[in-house]
Each structure stands twice: as structure tokens, then as C-alpha cells.
């Protein structure tokens, strides 16, 4: 039989979690409702009602999956729920997490947000001890590696397994004894805890659930901390090795709802500087700033206030498409372009325009972006990027393609502005990026995962996974070994 290899390249996931509330599941889908940016091919949620575990998953949007019968047979007063977007093989049911079996301890499920890198020489290893895999998905490693610890207690088994593993990834466990959740000691990905008023904590990717839910934020999980939830209240421990964090600056540019506050700052503030902070590096005489919506959105804001420049909206998107790169198939991605959005003749005609986006990825939204307001009647488009061009891939969550396709990887930005066809096109340095996170001058260490812009992963790989995954083709060490 020929293995599915892990489709561990393409995940970007959202993650919930309730415990000690009477409503846990109709909250989590609430969450998962707030989350489904992150993830829209695929949602579950597991509930345990101290006797018995009850699952719900499906493929579709959240409020498509979850009808009220659906939530009606989630009982119990824990729960924890799923947002998925994966591509080949991933839209499968055995795909959708949460992931849960049954060993040696009871029951036990597990949502996952990010990737993790040594995940197939791990399978390959748990396979040929007699592991039988039901999924595709990179983190059924991690359960399998719980069900064969000799640890006696869970949170133990949870630790021994982690610290196998290498990757960006934030957890939540369901058990007969609680709910636990764990962020990797790089802090690469979101988890923040949450409190309803009225009893029970909540886990979630991003606060915007909170504000839904109505639940107070009490603080960001930290890098490498393990927390329990029980009956009996919180405890938390760090068992990993320190090291210094490596927050995914992305999850800033684009990937999070500008309403949540992720590593203790605010999205939407963070996104309007970096608008601020292009202009003050690619300034551009013009009529007119519009965004590309809605990524765009706060950037555009940014960069028009501060160049005093007349805001507009220019471009109208139909909200009832989903994202264009969270579909599939590249032939859908590009027609998706096209009835998403729309050009207003009536404000661009004649008019010398700049328009903000908040990243280029393979430059093909940006071509037909400035076509379409091009044949609105533009005198000049000038593109500007609120990010550095990302030149090489994510291998910890979020969906970017190949490097091969990145067309910054290996394109100048002058062959990218002839490609997109616009009269001018800018991103944002490296620095001033910096600059409108910290809002303040940048200093040495950033504790930041830049690797998408700058080719540094701050989680080393092996040799054997530099060739794997076709990383810096040009300097892979031939005799270094796993
Ligand atoms: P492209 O046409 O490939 O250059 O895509 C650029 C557009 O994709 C921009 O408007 C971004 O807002 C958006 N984008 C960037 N990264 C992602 C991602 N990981 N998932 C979905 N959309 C993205």
C-alpha cells in the first residue's frame, strides 16, 4: 500500500476549548464561528459529560456543520473544537480533528494548531512498532506517542511526547480529568486563557472568541507551558527547555482577526502602523489610497492618515465567497479573484491610485487587482505591500506554497511590479515591519518567527528534513544525517 505522506505543508488550524460550563459545546461553536478565518475546509467538536464522550464533525463552514440538533447531542461541560484548512487528501473525515482515542489511561482528544517538522520520521517509527495511523494528519503522531508512554499520568505522557517532537504547535487535551492545554517553547502560535463570568475557563487561538462569548481574558499561555484544568481549579508547570520565543509575525500581517490581541499586542493597532511605517519608506504622490479588502483594510488606514491622502474604498468584495487562497484548487483560487471583487469606475477613472495589500504572495491577486482597476479608468496604480516579500516557506502553520511559487524567492521587486503590471510597487523592509510591532525602535532580539521574509527558522531542522522538504536547495550539507 503506498503511505499518504503527512499534508503537514498546508494546515492552518483554530482551536477552542470550554471546561466547567453548562453550555461548553454551544460556546465552542461560538469560538469556532469567531475562528473560522483560520480555517474553513473543516470543523469538529468532542464534549465529555462526565460519563460519556460525544463527538460532532463535518466538512463546510462552521455554521453549515453545526445544526442545533448536532449541538443539541454535544452534552457535557467540557469541550474542545476544531477549525481546519488542509489541502490533498486533507478534506477527508478521518481528517477533521479532534482527534480521539481510546488507551490505556481512558479516553482521550486533542485539537492542534500548527505543524510539526520531524512528524513522518516519527510515524515511520511508531509504525514499525505496530502503530496503525487513521488519519493523514501530522498530529495523530502526537496521541500515538501519549498512547505508548509508560508515564501513570497524563500531563507526564503529554511531556514525554512533546519532547519528541519538533515543531510549532498549540494544544488542547480532553480527558476524564480535564481539559489541558500547552504552547511549544517557541510560542509560535496563539493560545490565550480565557473566564466566563458565570464558572469555566475557556482556551482559545485568539481573543476575538472572547468578545463573542462575553468571557475575560486572563492571560496568553506561555512559551512552553503546560496547563491543567480541573475540577479543582488551574495548575500550570513549564517542563521544556527555555528558549527564546519565536512568535509567528505573520499571525500580525494577515493570518489573525484585527480585533484580537495576540502576544499581548493588538492586531488591528499593529496593522495600521505597519500602513504608517510604508509610508514612511515608499511615499508616492496620488489622488487616492484604497485597500484591498479586507486584509488591506488597516494597513490602507494606516498609510492614508499618515500621508493625509483621501481614503477611499474603491474595491467592493463579495463577502460571500470565502478567502481566495483558502480553496483547493488553483483553478478555483484564480477565478476566485475575479468574483470576489470589484472596481468602483465612478471613484478610480481617471485617477492616480495607490493600493495597499497586506502581502504578496504569488503576485497573481495583485496582476488581477491592477487589471481590474486599470480597466476602471486608473491613471496610475501604485502598489504597496505592508510586509516584506516572502521568500521562502511556512512550516509551521500557515498555508504558503512551495518557494518555487513564492514569486518573491526568486524575483526582483522590479520583475514583480512588471508582472502584476502595476507603475510602482513597494513592501515594507524587514525593519519597519519591526518598527510598527514594537512601536518603538527596533531592537536586537525580537523574539520573533521571521522565516517566511527571511529565511531563518528559528526551529533547526535536520539535514535529512532540509532535503525532504527542498530547504536552501542551494547549500543542503550532502553528508549531514538525521
Ligand atoms: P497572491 O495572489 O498569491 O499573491 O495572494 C496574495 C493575497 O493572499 C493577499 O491579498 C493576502 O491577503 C492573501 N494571503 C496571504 N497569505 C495568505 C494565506 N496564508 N492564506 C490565505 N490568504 C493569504
Redesign the pocket.
Known amino acids: 500500500m503506498i503511505k499518504e505522506p503527512f499534508d503537514q505543508m498546508h494546515e492552518?488550524c483554530g482551536i477552542f476549548g470550554v471546561y466547567g460550563h453548562p453550555e461548553a459545546a454551544n460556546l465552542t461553536y461560538l469560538g469556532l464561528y469567531a475562528l473560522q478565518h483560520r480555517g474553513q475546509e473543516a470543523s469538529g467538536i468532542v464534549t465529555f459529560d462526565g460519563q460519556t464522550f460525544h463527538e460532532e464533525k463535518g466538512t463546510g463552514l462552521v455554521s453549515d456543520i453545526f445544526s442545533q440538533e448536532r449541538l443539541s447531542r454535544l452534552k457535557g461541560s467540557a469541550a474542545i473544537g476544531h477549525n481546519r484548512y488542509s489541502t490533498a487528501g486533507g478534506s477527508r473525515l478521518e481528517n477533521v480533528q479532534p482527534i480521539r482515542v481510546n488507551y490505556a489511561l481512558g479516553t482521550l482528544a486533542m485539537v492542534h494548531n500548527g505543524n510539526l517538522i520531524n512528524a513522518d520520521f516519527l510515524r515511520d517509527e511508531l509504525e514499525a512498532y505496530g502503530a496503525i495511523f487513521q488519519s493523514s494528519m501530522d498530529s495523530e503522531v502526537i496521541v500515538h506517542l501519549i498512547a505508548h508512554s509508560r508515564q501513570k499520568r497524563l500531563s507526564e505522557r503529554i511531556v514525554e511526547s512533546l519532547s519528541r517532537v519538533r515543531g510549532a504547535y498549540s494544544l488542547i487535551f480532553l480527558s476524564e480529568e480535564g481539559m489541558i492545554g500547552v504552547r511549544d517553547p517557541y510560542g509560535v502560535r496563539p493560545l490565550s486563557l480565557g473566564k466566563m463570568n458565570d464558572g469555566g475557563y475557556v482556551l482559545a487561538s485568539e481573543t476575538c472568541t472572547f468578545d463573542l462569548i462575553e468571557a475575560e481574558f486572563v492571560r496568553d499561555i506561555e512559551p512552553g507551558e503546560v496547563v491543567q484544568i480541573t475540577e479543582k481549579g488551574i495548575t500550570s508547570f513549564s517542563p521544556f527547555l527555555p528558549t527564546e520565543a519565536a512568535h509567528c509575525v505573520?499571525e500580525y500581517v494577515?493570518?489573525s482577526r484585527p480585533d484580537s490581541n495576540v502576544f499581548g499586542r493588538n492586531v488591528y493597532e499593529i496593522r495600521k502602523r505597519l500602513g504608517k511605517e510604508l509610508l514612511q519608506e515608499s511615499a508616492v504622490d496620488a489622488d487616492l489610497v484604497i485597500p484591498?479588502p479586507d486584509?488591506?483594510v488597516p494597513a490602507a488606514l494606516g498609510y492614508a492618515e499618515a500621508s493625509k491622502l483621501p481614503y477611499d474604498t474603491g474595491l467592493i468584495r463579495n463577502h460571500y465567497v470565502g478567502?481566495?487562497?483558502?480553496e483547493p484548487q488553483q483553478s478555483i483560487r484564480h477565478f476566485g479573484?475575479k468574483i470576489k471583487l470589484n472596481a468602483i469606475r465612478g471613484l478610480l477613472e481617471g485617477k492616480r491610485v495607490i493600493v495597499v495589500?497586506?502581502?504578496?504572495?504569488?503576485?497573481?491577486?495583485?496582476?488581477?487587482i491592477v487589471k481590474m482597476i486599470r480597466a476602471a479608468g486608473a491613471k496610475e496604480i501604485h502598489v504597496r505591500i505592508s510586509s516584506p516579500p516572502?521568500v521562502s516557506p511556512?512550516f509551521y502553520g500557515?498555508?504558503?506554497?512551495t518557494r518555487h511559487e513564492l514569486?518573491a524567492a526568486s524575483h526582483s521587486v522590479e520583475e514583480i511590479r512588471k508582472y502584476i503590471t502595476a507603475d510602482s510597487l513597494s513592501y515594507l523592509s524587514n525593519e519597519g515591519m519591526f518598527r510598527a510591532v514594537y512601536n518603538r525602535p527596533l531592537g536586537e532580539n525580537t523574539d520573533f518567527c521571521t522565516a517566511c521574509f527571511s529565511e531563518k527558522y528559528p526551529i533547526p531542522f535536520t539535514g535529512a528534513e532540509i532535503r525532504q522538504l527542498g530547504l536552501f536547495s542551494e547549500n543542503v550539507p550532502s553528508s549531514e544525517e538525521a
Open positions: 492552518e505573520f494577515y493570518f484591498v486584509s488591506g478567502r481566495t487562497f483558502i479573484v495589500d497586506d502581502s504578496l504572495v504569488r503576485g497573481t491577486t495583485s496582476r488581477k516572502i511556512c500557515i498555508d504558503t506554497p514569486v
